[in-house]
């Protein structure tokens, strides 16, 4: 069971990204999958998540009307868009599980994690 986040880099303010969360070991279907992100210094926030049914729920006001989640289950992988990035924006990002199917802010109810991508914000 494994989840890998990819997709991060360097980027200016202003431009977009999308992140990748593949799943191999199960089937990401009826799990609700959560992105999370650490800056610098930071605690781990949780910035959106995506229900089983396909709701995105936002956790962080800032990146609402810029990041959006989307699923793709044939190729059992959940995206992160986002556009309009900014410096505040730069972390490492992780993809969490949850095989309960509920969206939740907090990494504790997550059951699998991603090693993590690193996006960079240039202002």
């Known amino acids: 069971v494994q989840l890998q986040a990819s997709g991060g880099g360097l980027v200016q303010a202003g431009g977009s990204l999308r992140l990748s969360c593949a799943a191999s070991?199960?089937?990401?279907?009826?799990?609700?999958i959560g992105w999370f992100r650490q800056a610098p210094g930071n605690e781990r926030e949780g910035v959106l998540c995506?229900?089983?049914?396909?709701?995105?729920?936002y956790y962080v006001n800032s990146v609402k009307g810029r990041f959006t989640i989307s699923r793709d289950n044939a190729k059992n992988t959940v995206y992160l868009q986002m556009n309009s990035l900014k410096p505040e924006d730069t972390a490492v990002y992780y993809c969490?599980?949850?095989?309960?199917?509920?969206?939740?802010?907090?990494?504790?109810?997550?059951?699998?994690w991603g090693s993590g991508t690193l996006v960079t914000v240039s202002s």
């Open positions: 969490a599980a949850n095989q309960r199917s509920y969206c939740s802010s907090y990494g504790s109810r997550y059951d699998y």
């Open positions: 995506i229900s089983s049914r396909g709701s995105n729920i």
């Open positions: 070991g199960f089937t990401l279907d009826d799990y609700a």
